[in-house]
């Protein structure tokens, strides 16, 4: 297959996305980003720093990161990040929990206030917690949880049957959610999240174990352009994926360009950032009117993630909310969870009744 190929949707799915679209790419940016070490007064050891230390993904080589590259990596980031006009609000890192820079993967974010207004006590902001798989991601979220209250967020958290990681989330700007299982989130959790935040969520189901979350195989612009692997989906989903009415066009990128985690990128405004050079990508992406911009983050792609799993993009949920109300039924069908919103066991826990407790990461 020729790389970062061109494929349209039915005709009528981008005239239903325009006018959503065109609104949600003016608006500011807003990410969190993780420190790539503890900066807590305490005497540092090596459980303080980014580091590659097991083996939860096809990619991870323990021991193959250079710490020293990952920081000036990570700094770059950052910079161009804001340099691109986004607005980014770091978090500590979690001693011990090496992945915990990859904040995408600890929980779904949203503003009733919109993307363009700042991280901040007093906003009206949602933080849906993941429930991670594996017990080394699962270590750092309490770290996250008390990080985040401290930021004026709202905590939702699932029961634990229900497996959700924020990298199987990909969200369509002012439509819904994509929501990947098949490998670290359980279909059932789909539904789980579309009762707590009124948002449609179309599961999709993942077949390549290199591409082990949504995030490593699809990403969708603001203008609806979904950028994905074919080769990472099941043939319904993919069907599903290409004739959503959420998506406006689709780039087809090739399994070499997916594995060089092509799909895993972040869009501010009308620029791209990609965590590897990518040609063939790249000139799709000016093709479309984008700046692709190309920030190296190799040391972290043997982590298994690249530009968009280091971020949490605070996304505007009343845009969500608003496009739900007829399509709330993607993972209701899907899952087999109709009318038993009784027993997911939702719990929230608000920044006010945790301010006491979570003090030190202010």
């Known amino acids: 297959m020729a790389s970062s190929s061109m494929t349209s949707p039915p005709a009528w799915s981008s005239a239903l996305?325009?006018?959503?679209?065109?609104?949600?790419?003016?608006?500011?940016?807003?990410?969190?980003?993780?420190d790539v070490s503890c900066s807590l007064p305490h005497a540092h050891s090596e459980q303080c720093h980014f580091q590659i230390a097991w083996t939860i993904n096809p990619h991870m080589v323990p021991g193959s990161s250079d710490l020293e590259i990952a920081f000036t990596q990570h700094l770059n980031f950052k910079q161009l990040l804001r340099d691109a006009g986004a607005e980014v609000v770091e978090l500590p890192f979690v001693c011990s929990a090496y992945d915990s820079v990859f904040t995408k993967d600890n929980a779904l974010l949203l503003s009733s206030a919109g993307p363009a207004s700042s991280?901040?006590?007093?906003?009206?902001?949602?933080?849906?917690?993941?429930?991670?798989?594996?017990?080394?991601?699962?270590?750092?979220?309490?770290?996250?949880?008390?990080?985040?209250?401290?930021r004026g967020f709202s905590v939702v958290e699932l029961p634990p049957q229900f497996k959700l990681e924020g990298g199987d989330l990909v969200v369509c700007a002012?439509?819904?959610?994509?929501?990947?299982?098949?490998?670290r989130s359980t279909l059932e959790s789909a539904h789980a999240l579309e009762v707590r935040i009124g948002v449609s969520v179309l599961p999709l189901k993942l077949v390549d174990p290199f591409l082990y979350h949504l995030d490593t195989a699809l990403s969708v612009l603001k203008d609806g352009t979904a950028i994905a692997c074919k080769r990472a989906f099941a043939p319904k989903s993919w069907e599903l994926l290409v004739r959503s009415p959420w998506i406006s066009k689709v780039i087809e990128v090739s399994?070499?360009?997916?594995?060089?985690?092509?799909?895993?990128?972040?869009?501010?405004?009308?620029?791209?950032?990609?965590?590897?050079?990518?040609?063939?990508?790249?000139?799709?992406?000016?093709?479309?009117?984008y700046t692709p911009r190309y920030a190296p983050l190799s040391e972290f792609q043997r982590a298994g993630g690249s530009a968009a799993c280091l971020v949490a993009e605070v996304h505007d949920h009343?845009?969500?909310?608003?496009?739900?109300?007829?399509?709330?039924?993607?993972?209701?069908?899907?899952?087999?969870?109709?009318g038993h919103t009784e027993t997911l066991g939702l719990v929230t826990t608000s920044p006010t009744a945790a301010r006491r407790s979570t003090s030190e990461y202010a």
């Not at 002012?174 to 490998?183: L, N, R, V």
């Open 17 to 34: 996305s325009s006018q959503v679209n065109s609104s949600a790419e003016a608006k500011k940016s807003t990410f969190i980003l993780s």
């Open 318 to 338: 009343e845009a969500l909310r608003s496009h739900a109300a007829g399509e709330r039924s993607h993972a209701t069908r899907e899952s087999g969870l109709a």
């Open 119 to 150: 991280v901040k006590p007093g906003a009206s902001q949602l933080a849906v917690l993941a429930n991670p798989l594996h017990g080394v991601r699962r270590a750092e979220q309490a770290g996250r949880k008390k990080a985040l209250l401290s």
């Open 174 to 183: 002012g439509h819904g959610i994509f929501m990947g299982h098949g490998f």
């Open 255 to 289: 399994e070499r360009e997916a594995l060089s985690f092509g799909c895993n990128l972040v869009q501010v405004g009308k620029t791209v950032i990609l965590g590897s050079f990518l040609p063939g990508l790249m000139r799709s992406l000016k093709l479309q009117g």
